[in-house]
């Protein structure tokens, strides 16, 4: 049973840093990309970044996030990261963690979710 756990969210003042963990098992993911969503009250949800299993140099940002957010994932830990640095309020949101088949467009499997909440 494929499971996603994210931990790392938290409550942060604007301009501060947060890292959120995605704990991935239940099957190997070498074929798979990862994806960050995130989703803000009365807002859909949007793909935040992500990158692929196999190949840590192949990632997306949104432009939203782009030279603030880094995606990254430590294969030894079965764990992907999102490093969030210089962080808005409206970055506030709760953020998902999500996986797909690398030929596949639908994200099959997703995280619980994990509230970050920037204050000004």
């Known amino acids: 049973q494929v499971q996603l756990v994210e931990s790392g969210g938290g409550l942060v003042q604007a301009g501060g840093s947060l890292r959120l963990s995605c704990a991935a098992s239940?099957?190997?993911?070498?074929?798979?990309?990862m994806g960050w969503f995130r989703q803000a009250p009365g807002k859909e949800r949007e793909l935040v970044a992500s990158?692929?299993?196999?190949?840590?140099?192949?990632?997306y940002y949104a432009d939203s996030v782009k030279g603030r957010f880094t995606v990254s994932r430590d294969n030894a830990k079965n764990t992907v990261y999102l490093q969030m640095n210089s962080l808005k309020p409206e970055d506030t949101a709760v953020y998902y963690c999500?996986?797909?088949?690398?030929?596949?467009?639908?994200?099959?499997?997703w995280g619980q979710g994990t509230q970050v909440t920037v204050s000004s």
């Open positions: 239940g099957r190997t993911f070498s074929s798979y990309i």
């Open positions: 999500a996986a797909r088949y690398t030929y596949k467009n639908k994200y099959d499997y």
């Open positions: 990158i692929m299993w196999s190949s840590s140099s192949n990632t």
